[in-house]
């Protein structure tokens, strides 16, 4: 594989979840990092993201996730940032 393996939407994906309840997109090849952990899990993209927008609410804790949140980038932000 090239690149990150965050930017193909193919392929399975998990919904995980730190001490703050912050939730991200992760792969299931991949380790978690610590402080994380699976809350849904062997779905696409499209159903993890779903799950995300259903389930995280923002809180507790920062809204915004830090610099070491496992796949920033795909960390659903919530309305209005």
């Known amino acids: 594989m090239t690149g990150s393996p965050f930017d193909a939407g193919d392929g399975t994906w998990l919904v995980v979840v730190n001490d703050h309840e912050q939730h991200a997109l992760w792969r299931p090849f991949l380790d978690l990092p ?48």
Request: charged fraction near 25%.
């Open 34 to 81: 610590a402080g994380w952990r699976a809350a849904f899990t062997d779905v696409d993209r499209e159903t993890a993201l779903e799950y995300i927008e259903r389930n995280w609410t923002g809180g507790p804790g920062p809204a915004k996730p830090t610099g070491n949140a496992p796949g920033t980038s795909e960390i659903l932000r919530l309305p209005g940032d």
